[in-house]
């Protein structure tokens, strides 16, 4: 990991830090065990996702199905536990299917015809929310103490065991990205993808797979989001894709693709949860709330253009 | 051209920028009217900024100019222009989904009641193309259609086309084939004869004695001498621009050719590559001539896999004949490629030079799929010394690297990849004489070593450099091939045949 990058970390945890202490002050109830279980319980879905996400953007694409895709693997999580009777160790797996099949469709039409992610992953978000209306007759499936557990705060840690797993999936994703040859390719396809295919490289396959990834993270997420609701509804994840996005933005990857890191998503998604957390704990309005995150977005992304605009300068 | 008359058009006087570091120290410059007066340097040198200021790109960070009597401090391109100073970019900014004619007149649309008026603009677009000697071309065509030597020339028209009295040219030729270059240096001496004063930034000094009045040399953001007129010795002028004596005598005489390395029969591609065969040897560099949009890129790409081909097949060394249908294929088949466009499709430039000279299928790894990082380290430290690349470190981008160490960088990923057959497209475009130098160098211990090279090359100087053959290409097919020895105005009249073969010739003895 070089020096560059541990600064941009360490600046996100600087402000993050800067929030809880922000908050810490002005409301009284803030640092409170509560806060740390309403927030652990909400991040690891996001967590996953945003992963995912940073994978796809930095490979130079964008994955706008993963709400739908999120739902529809909820949908069929709950089908195989509530209507077939299928043991949770048994549905999870399904479920983390579903999602990494949809992924492999959006990768397929997308490096098949050569058509933009962007518009392919607008189609299949409705494709997929649709598969999902079917799947659950439209109804929200009722799962209950089959998968609660997942969700509820373990002994002594105060968090819920999707915590440890989606930091799991956060640290192996980044080391796929900085470690593998999978990772190096995907960066060098995000910068320059002629560039990579003239290298006699295979980037049809690195591409496909990263949505393949994506989706089945998407799968992973509806496991986490089932186990804290205790159901399936088929309208969750609406609007997961652009939590995932700003998350992936805050955290330093560039959306032209070809920079970014797994690492730094989290501590966007960290951002962000804190951000939602503490407004509600002052009282703060829907409407207020929404335009502070929005204001904090748009922050985030000029202060990354600017610091580029400044290296840009130097170099 | 004759020594300069004129009096002083714009003076700049101690000319300092920094970036992150110093790229221009106190350097000042006369222009006098109506001369021609050459920037040279290596890439790197502060020529490029150092037009840049005059232009008003850039804002210099000490010094002060003059134009005429009056303070010249212009703060955009815009304000540079409206002063009479109009500089052409070296990279190209203009619109390709537009008109042709709308690229020329973009700032400046005549309109009538807000709406454009298109009699005008058409009128204005045809006299301002046939200045440039394009003037067969649709003004209403979009810009997207031509090729890279004409859009530089559509640049330049827009530029001629502003009243100015001080032009700023920025390596115009480096995109242009011969013909296109005669036209534009044509051009160029009539505006100076009519008054206007030019800055031409430039490496090539085979064009000096065509068209400077006098030249400066700038070396590491620093003056370093002027010479009055083009005939310039280009051994001094290498070492003034090196600051280091230059290498005597260019690539040395090939070792005896052996077996066929690559050969391709019959390849086609549409009307742009047509029932090309040729052979490689090994030890041998086969030069590619031609004029542009004569197939030579085109041809090149096809064999590489890079763009399908329609019939045909090739085949490295022993291997099996067929057609590659995959740059991947033609790698796995020992063949390596420098792309004409390197910055684009030769190198991700804001990756390090570690990840740019590592960018191959079977790079350094340990366990299957997982990067080992000390190999990887090694075999990038390797490849900078022996491409002689010169970075801060292996981490440094290469987008920051000068055009030749990005080349090296290039060039050291192939050789690494242990390739027989190395595909070369115009490898020294935008590279200073030195790296030129280095790489054709390279190169050539390349092909000594067993390999074999085929080199497309817009300047007859290089394939004379490094060539022990040349193939002219004309409108997709090979129309003529000389062994050395060869004139320039033989190869000349080859590539200006139409697109009808004749019968191979060939230059009798050798040098």
């Known amino acids: ?315 | 051209m004759s020594a300069p008359a004129g009096a002083v058009v714009l003076r700049a006087e101690g000319i300092s920028k920094a970036w992150s570091t110093p790229v221009l120290d106190r350097v000042s410059l006369d222009l006098r009217g109506g001369e021609v007066h050459v920037l040279m340097g290596s890439n790197g040198a502060g020529k490029s900024t150092l037009a840049a200021i005059l232009g008003g790109l850039v804002p210099a960070d000490a010094g002060q100019m003059t134009l005429g009597p009056i303070p010249h401090a212009p703060r955009s391109r815009a304000a540079a222009e409206a002063a009479g100073v109009v500089m052409v970019l070296q990279e190209m900014n203009l619109f390709p989904g537009m008109s042709l004619a709308e690229n020329l007149f973009l700032d400046r649309l005549p309109s009538r009641f807000g709406l454009v008026d298109r009699a005008t603009l058409h009128r204005r677009a045809v006299v301002a193309l046939e200045r440039v000697g394009l003037g067969e071309l649709d003004p209403r065509m979009p810009l997207a259609r031509l090729g890279v030597g004409k859009r530089q020339l559509v640049e330049i028209a827009r530029a001629l086309d502003r009243r100015c009295r001080v032009l700023i040219l920025d390596e115009p030729t480096a995109a242009l084939s011969a013909r296109e270059s005669d036209l534009l240096f044509d051009h160029i001496r009539r505006l100076v004869s009519e008054g206007v004063s030019v800055v031409y930034v430039t490496h090539r000094l085979d064009e000096l004695p065509r068209i400077a009045s006098r030249v400066s040399v700038l070396r590491d953001g620093r003056f370093v001498a002027e010479h009055l007129g083009g005939n310039v010795a280009p051994g001094r002028l290498i070492e003034e621009m090196s600051g280091r004596a230059s290498p005597q005598g260019s690539a040395a005489a090939s070792a005896p050719a052996g077996d066929v390395v690559l050969a391709v029969a019959g390849l086609e591609r549409g009307a742009r590559v047509r029932k090309v065969s040729l052979e490689v040897r090994s030890g041998e560099v086969v030069g590619l001539a031609g004029l542009v949009g004569a197939g030579r890129t085109e041809l090149l790409r096809t064999i590489f896999g890079a763009d399908p081909a329609s019939a045909g097949s090739v085949r490295v060394g022993d291997g099996r004949a067929g057609l590659l249908r995959s740059p991947r294929q033609a790698v796995a088949a020992g063949i390596g490629m420098l792309p004409e466009d390197r910055r684009h499709d030769g190198l991700l430039l804001g990756q390090s030079m570690r990840v740019n000279a590592l960018l191959l299928p079977g790079q350094p790894r340990a366990r299957s799929g997982w990067i080992d990082r000390p190999a990887e380290r090694r075999a990038a430290e390797a490849i900078r010394t022996g491409m002689e690349v010169d970075c801060t470190s292996i981490e440094q981008p290469v987008g920051q690297l000068s055009g030749g160490n990005q080349q090296k960088v290039v060039l050291g990923r192939w050789l690494a990849a242990g390739c027989r057959v190395l595909l070369c497209d115009e490898p020294t475009r935008g590279v200073d004489a030195a790296a030129k130098g280095t790489i054709h160098r390279l190169l050539r211990e390349f092909v000594n070593r067993g390999g074999g090279v085929l080199l497309a090359s817009g300047e007859l100087a290089e394939l004379r450099a490094i060539c022990d053959r040349v193939l002219v290409m004309a409108g997709g097919r090979i129309v003529a091939e000389f062994e050395r020895g060869w004139s320039d105005e033989a190869v000349t009249a080859a590539a200006f045949e139409s697109a009808v073969p004749t019968s191979v010739e060939k230059a009798g003895h050798s040098s």
């Open chain 1, 1 to 315: 990991m070089n020096r560059t990058r541990l600064g941009e970390w360490g600046v996100l945890v600087f402000v993050w830090l800067g929030l809880v202490a922000l908050f810490g002050t002005l409301a009284d109830h803030f640092l409170s065990a509560t806060t740390l279980t309403t927030v652990a319980s909400r991040l690891p879905a996001l967590a996953v996702v945003a992963a995912g996400m940073t994978l796809v953007i930095i490979a130079g694409g964008i994955d706008l199905s993963v709400g739908s895709v999120m739902a529809l693997s909820g949908a069929v999580l709950g089908v195989a536990i509530v209507q077939w009777g299928w043991p949770l160790a048994a549905a999870i797996p399904v479920a983390i299917l579903t999602g990494a099949l949809a992924g492999l469709g959006t990768g397929l039409v997308t490096v098949g015809l050569g058509i933009p992610s962007f518009l392919v992953t607008l189609g299949s978000l409705e494709i997929c929310r649709g598969l999902t209306y079917a799947v659950c007759d439209s109804r929200t499936l009722f799962i209950g103490a089959a998968i609660r557990p997942l969700a509820q705060p373990m002994p002594i840690l105060g968090i819920p065991p999707t915590v440890p797993v989606a930091l799991a999936v956060v640290v192996a994703a980044q080391a796929i990205l900085s470690r593998t040859v999978f990772g190096r390719h995907l960066v060098a396809i995000g910068a320059s993808e002629p560039a990579v295919r003239l290298a006699g490289i295979d980037t049809s396959t690195p591409r496909v797979a990263v949505f393949v990834l994506s989706g089945a993270l998407a799968g992973l997420a509806a496991v986490f989001a089932s186990a804290r609701l205790g159901s399936a509804d088929p309208n969750a994840g609406a609007g997961l894709e652009l939590a995932a996005i700003a998350a992936v933005v805050i955290g330093g990857t560039s959306l032209s693709g070809g920079s970014g890191s797994v690492v730094g998503s989290l501590l966007g998604v960290l951002v962000i949860a804190t951000l939602e957390a503490g407004l509600a704990q002052l009282g703060a309005s829907e409407p207020l709330k929404r335009i502070v995150t929005g204001g904090a977005i748009i922050a985030a992304v000029a202060a990354d253009a600017l610091r580029r605009r400044w290296e840009g300068e130097r170099g």
